[in-house]
């Protein structure tokens, strides 16, 4: 049985301000599905790189969306260790002091070693939902997306 909480590594703890974090999949799983990009860090040769990515849930596994040609994805097949950041802004807090000017988000990180899928059908399935229209947000737009 899956248990109701992910588990705390060093790499994922929150030390500032811990109240505020959760670890609950429920709350994870809820920003995952509604975010729909991933910055994927990586370091190759000791440079690191951030790259913005299309991606997915199937249960517990983030799918990546990319080509197999890309440094990032060669390095993750290779074993790369990777970090995954999910962001999602819910406002911005303006004040008349920049000091008290902030955002208030939700983000879920996650880190370990990806895989590549192989096996085309397996692909096929996990493959991220992509949107079935490219514009400026509308009420139409929003929530629609393809399978």
Wanted: charged share 25%; glycine share 4%.
């Amino acid at each position: 049985m899956t248990s109701s909480q992910f588990t705390k590594t060093d790499a994922v703890t929150v030390r500032r301000k811990p109240d505020r974090a959760s670890y609950e999949r429920a709350d994870a799983y809820a920003i995952l599905d509604e975010a729909l990009i991933a910055h994927v860090g990586i370091s190759v040769d000791g440079q690191p790189f951030v790259i913005p990515m299309v991606f997915g849930r199937d249960g517990d596994r983030l799918i990546l969306h990319g080509s197999v040609a890309t440094r990032l994805m060669r390095s993750l097949d290779a074993g790369t260790p990777v970090c995954v950041t999910v962001t999602l802004l819910d406002a911005l807090v303006v004040s008349r002091s920049q000091f008290h000017t902030s955002m208030n988000y939700r983000s879920v990180v996650v880190v370990g070693v990806a895989r590549r899928i192989k096996d085309l059908a397996e692909a096929k399935r996990a493959n991220p939902p992509m949107p079935n229209c490219v514009r400026r947000p509308s009420s139409s737009c929003r929530s629609t997306f393809r399978q």
